[in-house]
């Protein structure tokens, strides 16, 4: 048995795109994508609350990116984070789905329980990404490893669907595991024993690595540095010296050497943000308020629902042009209340925020998170402001988000987020 | 044609083991023969578990809702060919 740990790295192919092909059979074959917000404020979630009747068909597009494209779409051109106009025009035929985050989160959730099932331990890397270490249930050999994986992948295939595939990679560390479940897409399955690292990762591209960026593989190139083979033989003094602590990194991945911590631990959040889009810029700052106040909301119910109340807030505007502004302000009392995180984030903001630029994006996040106090201030109008949120989080815990709303946010909607770590109705 | 709406209708399932699922959805006037369920998948409304299947048959695609605390079937999405 070998000494060194075993960790497979699970990516599913095309995600959301997958997912909505296994439920929906008219869909498979066809080139579809999911985007931030699809077409004109369809929230699967919203329509259904209303009772509201939407034909996706008539609705024009509105300012989105795609989160995933099929592999049928990928095929015609259209890649993640591509503006939705963009994929459009490369491929008028594309169908633009309204995403639906409860479907995804399901089958991520089945993922992990499958993971958790044969491996020592697993770390979900992303909504679609997780890594297993699978040293003691693999027998610490390789073949047993690639059985493992094998019966991983069936698993998948009769929980999730057959049309959810995923790509495997296993190797001795994170970055190589990874780096192998990504050689080989869709339904990939990519074993890479440590004496075969050094080979394997002079095959792959600088940029086809976990933590090496668009940016980095500019500075690489200037140094001359344009593959895994030059980047190996190029000295760690100079690594250190032009990129700092990051230099070791490089020269470890070159040598195909990387983290084997799996780790399960659940860790506190060290903010809770949320920021949105609007589907036209806002140009008055009535509107700015009253989305504020939305988002402002929104931080504060996730904080107080993981029992946290924040000492430092950042607000921040993005423009038509993509230029922004924002501040942060840090507090001696911590605050957890969505009103006076708008307050706060209205004077973080008025002194630079110019309205009639047009504003595409609002964003808040409370940092310095600490632990939610369980007794009530003295003040009379705290105290009562205190209880009524208690009694609302309350609602909100027997009854769902979105159950109750400020009056002066009833004209607010904003669609759930299809992207990124988490899913918004599990926040 | 690809609509999301909320409809009541009737469904009429088939219990196997553990598992649920529709075998005719009578909507409107209309009864439709399930074919295939192709996904299941649940969520949470508070403590409100809810179920969702997405079926189909030759033609249409649709996406039923189940509320599990009313035992309520609701047709959420559909989409034809």
């Known amino acids: 048995m070998r000494s060194e740990k075993i960790i497979l790295h699970i990516d599913f192919n095309s995600f959301f795109a997958s997912v909505e092909q296994q439920a929906n059979p008219f869909l498979r074959g066809k080139a579809i994508a999911v985007a931030g917000k699809g077409k004109e404020a369809i929230d699967v979630h919203s329509i259904e609350k209303k009772g509201a009747r939407v034909r996706v068909d008539n609705l024009p597009y509105m300012r989105s990116v795609i989160t995933t494209a099929s592999r049928e779409a990928k095929a015609q051109g259209i890649k993640t984070a591509m503006a939705t106009w963009e994929a459009r025009r490369i491929l008028p035929s594309l169908l633009i789905i309204p995403g639906d985050p409860r479907k995804y989160s399901e089958i ?40 493992l994986g094998e019966r991983i992948r069936a698993d998948i295939k009769r929980e999730c ?55 980095i593989v500019k500075r690489l190139e200037s140094l001359g540095v344009t593959s895994i083979e030059t980047l190996r033989s190029f000295p760690l003094s100079r690594l250190t010296h032009e990129f700092k602590s990051y230099g070791q990194f490089l020269f470890d991945a070159a040598h195909g050497r990387g983290s084997d911590l799996v780790s399960d631990d659940v860790r506190d959040p060290k903010s809770v943000g949320h920021s949105y889009t609007f589907p036209s810029n806002l140009l008055s700052h009535a509107e700015v308020r009253k989305n504020l106040l939305f988002l402002a909301d929104r931080v504060a119910s996730r904080m107080r629902k993981h029992g946290f109340a924040s000492t430092h807030l950042t607000a921040y505007v993005r423009y ?11 507090f001696k009392e911590p605050i957890c209340d969505g009103l006076e995180i708008l307050e706060n984030a209205l004077k973080l903001l008025s002194p630079t925020i110019e309205v009639d630029r047009g504003i595409r994006l ?15 201030p003295l003040l009379h109008k705290e105290s009562q402001t205190r209880k009524a949120l208690r009694s609302l989080d309350k609602i909100t815990a027997r009854y769902g ?7 002066s946010t009833l004209s607010t909607e ?14 | ?34 074919q295939k369920t192709n996904l299941v998948h649940g969520a949470r409304e508070g403590t409100k578990r809810i179920f969702y299947f997405s079926v189909s048959d030759n033609a249409n695609f649709m996406k039923l809702r189940l509320d599990t605390e009313t035992l309520e079937w609701r047709l959420v999405e559909v989409y034809a060919v």
């Not at chain 1, 808040?364 to 632990?371: E, H, I, M, P």
Request: proline share 4%.
């Open chain 2, 1 to 34: 044609m690809h609509e999301f709406l909320n409809d009541p209708v009737d469904v009429a399932v088939d219990f196997s083991g553990l598992k649920v699922r529709p075998q005719k959805v009578r909507w409107g006037n209309q009864t439709y023969d399930i």
């Open chain 1, 108 to 147: 991520t959730s089945r993922m992990m329980t499958i993971l958790r099932s044969y491996a020592d331990a697993v770390e979900q890397f992303s909504a679609d990404e997780a890594f297993a270490d699978i040293t003691c249930a693999s027998g610490g050999d390789y073949l047993g490893a690639t059985l």
């Open chain 1, 161 to 215: 669907g057959a049309y959810c595939t995923a790509s495997i990679g296993i190797s001795n560390n994170r970055l190589l595991s990874k780096l192998a479940s990504e050689s080989f897409k869709p339904n990939g399955f990519t074993v890479v024993p440590p004496e075969d690292a050094l080979a394997f990762t002079a095959s792959r591209p600088l940029q086809d690595f976990c933590g090496i960026g668009p940016r």
């Open chain 1, 414 to 427: 904003f669609k759930e987020r299809v992207s990124g770590w988490h899913y918004d109705h599990e926040a």
């Open chain 1, 362 to 376: 609002l964003g808040v996040t409370a940092s310095g998170l600490t632990k939610l106090q369980g007794s009530f």
């Open chain 1, 401 to 407: 988000s979105g159950t109750w709303q400020r009056a």
């Open chain 1, 320 to 330: 038509e042009d993509f230029s922004g502004t924002g501040a942060t302000k840090k």
